[in-house]
C-alpha cells in the first residue's frame, strides 16, 4: 500500500468514504449536466449512477480499468467527452480511459432533448 491505493481488504474499511464520494460526484455531475440542458432518462440516469460510483471506487482503490480501445469513442461528440472530462477532473485521479467510458453516458442522454 506503498503507493496510496487500497487493497481489497482495505475497500471495505473505506466503503463510507466510497459511498460519500459516489454521492458527491453524483451530485455533482448532474448539476453539470442540467446545465448543459441534458437529462437522462431513467434508465440513463441509474446507468449513470452506477458508472459514477463505480469511479469513486476505482479512485480511493487505486482499481484499474481492464484496457479500453480509445477508436471505439472516436463518434462521441467533442461536448460529451469534454464533459466527460470535466468529471474525471473533478476526481483528480482517474485515467482518461474514465472518460472515454463516461461520454457515451452524456452521448446517448443528449438524444432525449
Same mark, same amino acid.
Given at each position: 500500500?506503498?503507493?496510496?491505493?487500497?487493497?481489497?481488504?482495505?475497500? #471495505?474499511?473505506?466503503?463510507?468514504?466510497i459511498a460519500e464520494l459516489g454521492e458527491k460526484m453524483l451530485a455533482w455531475? &448532474?448539476?453539470?449536466? &442540467?446545465?448543459h440542458d441534458i437529462v437522462p432518462?431513467? #434508465?440513463?440516469?441509474q446507468m449513470l449512477s452506477s458508472h459514477v460510483r463505480a469511479m469513486a471506487l476505482r479512485s480511493i482503490t487505486g482499481e484499474p480499468l481492464p484496457e479500453v480501445d480509445a477508436s471505439l469513442f472516436e463518434e462521441i461528440s467533442q461536448d460529451s467527452m469534454n464533459l466527460a472530462k470535466q468529471v474525471v477532473a473533478k476526481f483528480g485521479n482517474l485515467p482518461v480511459e474514465e472518460s472515454w467510458l463516461l461520454? #457515451?453516458?452524456?452521448?446517448?442522454?443528449?438524444?432525449?432533448i
Open positions: 500500500m506503498e503507493n496510496g491505493t487500497v487493497t481489497n481488504n482495505d475497500t #471495505v474499511d473505506r466503503t463510507a468514504e455531475t &448532474k448539476d453539470l449536466l &442540467k446545465q432518462n431513467a #434508465v440513463q440516469e461520454s #457515451v453516458h452524456f452521448e446517448v442522454a443528449k438524444d432525449n
